[in-house]
């Protein structure tokens, strides 16, 4: 009877739909990775490997050691060095592109209650006419808000950051100068999404919504 009652437990867990599909698992931690690891890029090229400022460095080093060099050979040097970490940012940045648009066709093939669309809709209704819990339903629609936001930018963030890689290909992007400003400016926007998102998931953790990440791990089970 024991065995009956658990393959019976067990056929009736296997028919509960997963609140995240493997695929949108699988795309939300590679985003993860490779939006991390452009950040990170950024932020080396910005600080440790500044050419303007090894350029110095590395005049002054070989100087030590017996060889002279003009201010702009040390200076080809260390942009030389630092294009090296811009060519994995641009890598990145193409990983990037080909996860959104893997997301955009993924939306065509979820299943109708995992659709993007579909959340913010349902959210958007209970907002408005949902009497009681207005605070659950509101938070559940910024929520929503946040990540179609999110979505917006990360369009921004590819399409400039294509723009600029082919660029030199193109002679009509090269005079499209504001395009640099509009991608960077919209990396911060995503830095600060990221920590809203982070601040976030603690706080649903500590306050009544945990499994938040392990969800996202492991699918966990649509609340139906």
């Not at 993860?32 to 490997?49: D, E, Q």
């Not at 669309?117 to 958007?124: P, Q, S």
């Amino acid at each position: 009877m024991e065995l009956v009652a658990t393959a019976q437990v067990a056929e009736a867990e296997a028919t509960h739909i997963k609140k995240y599909s493997s695929s949108i698992r699988i795309w939300h931690w590679l985003n993860a990775i490779i939006i991390t690891g452009s950040l990170v890029t950024v932020l080396i090229n910005s600080t440790v490997m500044k050419a303007w400022t090894n350029a110095s460095l590395i005049a002054d080093k070989l100087k030590e050691k017996g060889v002279e060099v003009s201010e702009d050979q040390a200076r080809s040097v260390a942009f030389a060095l630092s294009d090296k970490v811009w060519a994995v940012h641009t890598y990145l940045g193409y990983a990037l592109a080909g996860l959104y648009l893997f997301r955009i066709i993924l939306e065509f093939f979820e299943l109708a209650d995992q659709k993007l669309i579909r959340k913010f809709k349902t959210a958007r209704k209970s907002f408005l006419s949902r009497q009681e819990d207005r605070i659950s339903s509101r938070n559940e629609m910024l929520i929503k808000t946040l990540y179609a936001v999110f979505y917006v930018l990360l369009i921004v963030m590819v399409v400039t950051g294509l723009c600029l890689a082919f660029r030199d290909n193109i002679p009509a992007l090269r005079q499209m100068h504001f395009i640099k400003e509009i991608h960077g400016f919209t990396m911060y926007l995503i830095i600060g999404f990221i920590i809203v998102h982070v601040a976030g998931v603690v706080i649903g953790e500590r306050k009544g919504h945990k499994g938040i990440v392990s969800d996202m791990i492991n699918g966990g089970i649509n609340a139906e």
